[in-house]
């Protein structure tokens, strides 16, 4: 259960010079607006060790990136960490790095150092060069990616909120 007062970590991650793979911090710097109440914020260029870093003491964390799997550009991908059939290995990462976010909850998984409770938000990228924006088809899914983000914020909150009051 999480405490009212224990913060959720919100990570985006990408680079903002290479298209598509801005998504995951388009969708952070939209929520970090909303002035969300024990939110942390965060940027991450993606690199396994960064991601888990972000992630190291959290318990309520999710993650937004941008990935490659065949989908329809724009396309709101939600898994859930622990979830035993959740398809990470379909998820390519547009990483100049090579290691991110999959390879972080492989480690994670192998070393059993996820937060207890980890999301994961997937846009599907289109354009991955250098120097070039978001395409129209991340763009657009910008606002609804926050949107979904903000809303499962509230609802852990409130869940939690009403569970609690239930208990005296």
């Not at 990935?67 to 990470?88: E, K, L, Q, W």
């Not at 290995?89 to 991110?100: A, K, L, N």
Request: charged share 20%; aromatic share 6%; with cysteine.
């Amino acid at each position: 259960m999480i405490s009212p007062l224990q913060p959720i970590v919100v990570i985006g991650v990408g680079n903002a010079c290479r298209g598509d793979d801005a998504a995951g911090l388009m969708v952070v710097r939209r929520l970090e607006q909303e002035h969300l109440p024990q939110v942390e914020i965060c940027e991450n260029l993606g690199t396994a060790g960064a991601v888990a870093d972000a992630w190291k003491d959290a318990s309520w964390v999710i993650v937004v990136d941008a990935v490659v799997s065949g989908g329809s550009p724009g396309t709101i991908y939600r898994i859930n960490a622990h979830d035993p059939a959740a398809i990470f290995p379909v998820f390519r990462s547009p990483s100049t790095h090579g290691w991110g976010v999959a390879e972080a909850l492989a480690l994670g998984h192998l070393f059993q150092k996820l937060p207890s409770t980890l999301i994961i938000y997937g846009i599907e990228g289109e354009i991955f060069i250098h120097g070039e924006g978001l395409s129209p088809a991340v763009a657009a899914a910008i606002p609804e990616a926050a949107r979904r983000i903000k809303q499962e914020i509230q609802d852990w909150r409130s869940h939690n909120h009403q569970s609690g009051e239930k208990a005296k």
